[in-house]
């Protein structure tokens, strides 16, 4: 079983952060214990997708990384947010549970890293710590765009990686940069997912032409959806669309992932 997952892009907005919480969801769903950290400290996100405000964070990633506190006091159990749906929606509450560590949304605190920088080994560790202090199966790793340190970390340790892109020229050009990388840290597993793809596309097309490019799975193509642009980060689609046809391509990747 993977047990470390990056998700990434070259470019930004792609749909990593969706991603990752859909999948996450999805192998809570399958009985997983999942942990899903938020990497992108420059603009963290996920969070919002949970449902976990910015009063209930009691301790962020950075907060570990300035040495406040122990990896696993950063860990919020979000697993019942999942749950928690518009009015008279039956939504799906998974088997196993979910684990968000959050970065910080303040403003100040954001600032502080990018002036100062963090060590970076720690980063490492806490991944390690994590997986073990919380007994996870998997720990999702969710990333800022393009290239920088916690990318090139989190790809380095993954045991799979997600690479997200849309059908788009820049980002067939960024996501070569991407797949370059991942092929000379020798990640054991990657595939590639295209997402927004517009519904006037061949879809089949479409996964030839990023396999053929990359020469890499294409393990989803995913139309771009009314229902996830109005969902607009409001919550994880998987939990309010169980049985969706992106939630059914989303599963197939999931469990790729846990094989
Ligand atoms: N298949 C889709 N169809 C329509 N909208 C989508 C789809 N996937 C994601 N979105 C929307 O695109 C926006 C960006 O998604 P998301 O935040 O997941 O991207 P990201 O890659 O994490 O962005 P960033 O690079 O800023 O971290 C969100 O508003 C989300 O609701
Ligand atoms: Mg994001």
């Not at 892109?165 to 067939?172: E, K, T």
Request: hydrophobic fraction near 40%; glycine fraction near 8%.
């Amino acid at each position: 079983m993977s047990k470390i997952i990056s998700v990434h892009s070259f470019r930004g907005g792609t749909g990593k952060s969706n991603t990752t919480a859909n999948v996450a969801t999805l192998l809570a769903m399958e009985g997983l214990r999942v942990g899903v950290i938020d990497t992108d400290i420059q603009s963290p996100g996920i969070h919002v997708l949970f449902g976990l405000s910015e009063e209930e964070m009691r301790y962020s990633l950075n907060d570990y990384l300035w040495g406040k506190c122990e990896i696993q006091e950063t860990a919020h159990d979000v697993t019942s947010h999942l749950g928690q749906g518009v009015a008279g929606q039956v939504l799906v509450i998974p088997k196993g549970q979910v684990y968000l560590i959050p970065s910080s949304i303040k403003v100040g605190e954001i600032a502080r890293v990018l002036r100062e920088g963090y060590d970076v080994g720690l980063l490492n560790d806490g991944f390690h710590e994590l997986v073990e202090k919380l007994d996870l199966d998997v720990l999702m790793i969710d990333t800022h765009p393009g290239l920088n340190e916690e990318t090139l970390l989190s790809i380095s340790i993954s045991d799979a990686l997600i690479v997200v892109m849309r059908p788009d020229q820049q980002d067939y050009q960024g996501t070569g940069v991407t797949v370059e990388v991942a092929r000379k840290l020798d990640v054991p597993k990657m595939f590639i997912v295209v997402n927004k793809t517009p519904s006037i596309l061949d879809f089949d097309d479409v996964a030839a032409k990023a396999q053929q490019t990359y020469n890499c799975e294409v393990a989803a193509v995913l139309p771009h959806s009314d229902e996830m642009m109005t969902l607009a980060s409001n919550g994880v689609f998987v939990a309010r669309y169980p049985d969706h046809p992106i939630t059914n391509k989303l599963r197939s990747l999931a469990r790729r992932l846990i094989e």
